[in-house]
């Protein structure tokens, strides 16, 4: 949410900042803005609401010269999308430029304080009280003006400020929003996330919590709160520069979608134990005897990484007979459930940033419990805090609505079921077969993504549709959730997911022959029951769009439309079942000209609780 990307370097600034913050671009695209400093009294501010497409022609007529500069690309929390709100902030003086990702929760009590010192304030951000504070602290040096507002400040940041009287440095702030430090030769960067920086370094310092940092061109230097120097460690990213770019596909998403195989077989390699007939993890940094005194484990996550979750207690208590709860992060962090110390609390996040997974961390740890991570983002907040974890190993996801991430966290559950049960009461024939029919899935999602055309073809027919029921059940009801979140996020038509049994309590009432209903009715244990609930559709003259078992011939004479996915068994149904509702949200996003990759009012990261 918000991206940032500050360069002091020898090369002009201009480019190397848009260059990231196109990459950032996705974590917020409201406006967008930069500023440079070449010299005393030389700052070039310029910024624009929109896209980051919109500042690019703007510079085109107005450069930016200079070797150092700070940038932002906005996700709006105090402020309309406008050029004056749009980062970076000045002070009134000219003195200071600011950009922020975070939320400061008393700046109407800062900015009433400065006003009566007769400040004038040119935007409604939260953001701009940091730059009026810093230059009312301002008395010859940049860091020690920094220094004394920091602790002011009451909420989240994560911040870069740049001032034309020390021209030479750029100064970067976190508490509760990412940043990360890039090293380079002969120059360094600041970023809210390592994607900013993909092309330009490998070599990152991820800083935490309460740190400052300090760069120029030549040296960087990490400070605590007291402004004493820290030694931090300089990590690889492993990512490649074509990660992050669509290659031959219309949206990232449709890319994302498509690496599934790929990203699934990643989740894998090196982990499954034939000779043990389970699953290792390298940093999970629990011994076995701790996971089998677990008693409970609660999954607490956000968005469609908690659709994940909810598929992981089923599996974890199909596999280890293990009771297991799922948590929306933001209650969770606010609620004092009695939990004894054998619950083990794993958070879920494909960022490692969410700001309210983050929260419910930390207040899980803060009571002592064992606290686990299931992340994508290599080095993330989330990720690092945790006592352990696992990383998803994905790749960027860059399209807003998770795809690809959901995936691989469904199968990492399952992956981590299979530990734990093999912990407990799963036999090593069990766990043999289990993984066997793990190895064989990536060659199995590659066949459901055959269904494309198919889904093409089905989606030009309900396109103009204005409400969808998604329905399942079992494994195949948090699968109606995410289809319809899918659908919602990106084509901005009303979708609700259900039970398919629970739909007779309510929502039968909206079945009509304009509503559709996704049903996810897949061969399994529960078959028949769902196919009643099918019956109920069509007897109110409901559309249906079936996702069925390849070779189910019946169900052709029920639904008005039917996509085949293989067979699995049903603890794997999800993996195979939700590519068809991921490709129907796609395409019917696109038939309706919607912004696929950027949807109205999202961000990718949502770093404000
Ligand atoms: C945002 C994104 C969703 C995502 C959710 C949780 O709302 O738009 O796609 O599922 O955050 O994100 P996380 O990074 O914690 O998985």
């Known amino acids: 949410m918000c991206g940032i990307v500050g360069y002091a370097g020898r090369r002009e600034a ?45 510079l085109r007529e107005r450069p930016a010269p200079g070797c150092l500069g700070i940038s932002h690309t906005r996700w709006a929390t105090h402020g309309p999308a406008t050029d004056a709100n749009a980062h970076p902030h000045l002070s009134s003086d000219g003195r200071v430029a600011v950009v922020h990702n975070g939320v400061i929760e008393n700046y109407e009590a800062l900015k009433r ?34 220094c004394r507002t920091l602790p002011l400040l009451k909420g989240t940041y994560g911040l870069a400020v740049v001032s034309p009287d020390d021209p030479e440095m750029i100064l970067g702030a976190r508490l509760g929003s990412p940043l990360v430090l890039g090293v380079g030769a002969g120059e360094h960067f600041l970023a809210s996330d390592p994607a ?13 919590d309460h740190q400052l940092c300090r760069i120029t061109a030549d040296e960087w230097q990490i400070y605590d709160r007291e402004r004493t120097r820290v030694s931090a460690s300089v990590h690889q990213i492993d990512w490649e520069v074509g990660d992050a770019d669509k290659g031959a596909f219309e949206h990232h998403m449709l890319k994302e979608i498509h690496e599934q195989p790929q990203t699934l077989a990643n989740a894998m390699r090196g982990r499954l134990d034939d000779s043990e007939s389970t ?17 409970r484990i609660i999954l607490t996550a956000c968005g469609t990484s908690y659709h994940a979750a909810l598929i992981g207690e089923y599996l974890i208590e199909e596999f280890a007979q293990l ?37 419910a961390l930390r207040e899980s740890k803060r009571k002592g419990h064992l606290t686990l991570a299931i992340c994508n983002v290599v080095g993330s907040t989330i990720a690092r805090e945790a006592d352990g ?16 991430a959901f995936t691989s966290q469904v199968f990492t559950l399952g992956m981590l079921a299979l530990h734990l049960g093999r912990l407990r009461h799963l036999s090593a024939l069990q766990g043999a077969r289990i993984i066997d029919q793990m190895l064989s899935l990536p060659a199995l999602i590659e066949e ?35 289809g319809a979140l899918k659908l919602k996020e990106i084509s901005y038509a009303h979708a609700e997911g259900y039970p398919a049994a629970e739909m007779k309590h309510g929502p039968i009432a909206l079945i009509d022959e304009h509503t559709p209903s996704v049903f996810l009715a897949l061969k399994g244990a529960i078959h028949e029951k769902a196919m009643s609930n099918l019956e109920e559709v069509k007897a109110r003259r409901g559309p249906v769009i079936a996702v069925a078992t390849q070779g189910d011939t019946a169900i052709a004479a029920k639904a008005d439309d039917v996509i085949c996915v293989p067979d699995v068994p049903d603890y794997f149904q999800p993996l195979v079942a939700v590519i068809p509702l991921q490709l129907l949200a796609y395409h019917i996003a696109r038939l309706r000209g919607c912004d696929i990759d950027k949807p109205r009012n999202l961000a990718k990261s949502v770093t404000v609780e």
């Open 448 to 482: 459901s993504l055959e269904c494309d055309a198919q889904v093409q073809r089905i989606a030009e027919k309900y396109a103009h549709c204005s409400d969808f029921l998604f329905l399942g059940r079992q494994y195949l009801y948090p699968v109606a959730l995410e």
């Open 279 to 295: 699953a290792h993890f390298g940093g999970l940094n629990v011994d076995n005897q701790q996971l089998r005194r677990a008693n």
């Open 113 to 146: 304080h400065l006003q009566e010192h007769g400040i004038v304030f040119q935007s409604d951000t939260d953001t701009e009280v940091i730059a009026q504070l810093v230059a009312y602290h301002f008395d010859g040096g940049l860091m020690e003006a920094v």
């Open 14 to 58: 201009e480019p190397i900042l848009i260059d990231g913050l196109r990459r950032l671009e996705y974590r917020g695209y409201d406006s967008a803005g930069l500023a440079t400093v070449t010299g005393p009294e030389q700052m070039h501010v310029r910024k624009r609401s929109g896209r980051i497409a919109s500042l690019v022609g703007h």
């Open 389 to 404: 974890g696992i990383y998803l190993h994905a790749g960027p996801e860059i399209g807003v609505a998770s795809t690809k």
């Open 196 to 208: 900013a920086l993909i092309g330009q370094t490998r070599d990152v310092v991820y800083m935490k």
């Open 323 to 359: 009771p297991v709860e799922v948590e929306y992060a933001s209650e969770f962090r606010y609620r004092n459930p009695p939990i004894d110390h054998n619950t083990i609390v794993i958070a879920i996040s494909q960022s490692g940033e969410t700001a309210d997974t983050l929260a």
